[in-house]
């Protein structure tokens, strides 16, 4: 079956710091891989999406960046972090472009 | 981008009343998606629509496909209080899934 990690569970970092998120994915190849950004209390916003090593589709432009090293791998970074890059990180994977497959989540707090 | 409006965006009702909430698009979309999220979780599906019309049951909860392909809605019978979270509509087309703003019920008992 396929199980989707995403890590950390929690983040407290300080402003003007950097950032990396990972999330992996197992028991699939070639995955189409998502990063939402949810606001406390608010939707879910599309940051970033691939759908293959290297190919990064950005949604919003904004202070962060998205890699996909490997096949099963994709990572949410970011250079120095803003007080706005506040709020819960969902990895999502989904095939077929219907079923979101999400993990369990990061929740960032930038002090 | 597309943009979903779901309503109402938040919901505070009786232990044991129904619940209704609706999400709307101004373009057509072919497959209309129900997810809950619990607090601290990432979202779950619920119901998945196929077909303009169709009416989908999965327990006490109910979907229907606006005939149009431009709306949906999820009805809720008999709240109890795990049915408290956030509900999200979301549509697939041509772009990445995307996800309307959401419901927050809340479930007083």
């Known amino acids: 079956s396929q199980t989707i990690h995403q890590w950390p569970a929690t983040l407290v970092q300080p402003v003007g710091s950097p950032l990396s998120l990972e999330c992996t994915v197992e028991g699939t190849s070639n995955p189409n891989l998502y990063w939402y950004r949810q606001a406390a209390g608010r939707g879910l916003q599309l940051l970033f999406y691939?759908?293959?090593?290297?190919?990064i589709s950005s949604e919003v432009p904004q202070n962060l960046s998205a890699s996909r090293p490997q096949d099963r791998q994709f990572i949410l970074s970011s250079k120095k972090l803003l007080l706005s890059d506040s709020g819960f990180y969902l990895c999502?994977?989904?095939?077929?472009?219907?079923?979101?497959?999400f993990g369990q989540g990061t929740r960032l707090t930038v002090v | 981008g597309q943009q979903l409006n779901q309503s109402p965006q938040s919901m505070f009702i009786q232990e044991g009343e129904d619940v209704s909430m609706n999400c709307t698009s101004s373009?057509?979309?072919?497959?209309w998606l129900w997810y809950k999220q619990d607090p601290g979780e990432g979202p779950v599906l619920l119901i998945a629509l196929y077909k303009a019309g169709e009416l989908t049951s999965n327990g006490r909860l109910t979907a229907q496909f606006g005939i149009t392909r431009k709306d949906s809605f999820l009805n809720i019978s008999a709240s109890i209080p795990s049915d408290v979270g956030i509900y999200f509509c979301a549509v697939s087309g041509n772009t990445p899934l995307v996800f309307g703003k959401g419901t927050r019920l809340s479930v007083i008992a």
């Open positions: 999502a994977w989904i095939p077929g472009m219907t079923e979101a497959f």
């Open positions: 691939s759908v293959g090593i290297g190919q």
């Open positions: 373009s057509i979309f072919n497959t």
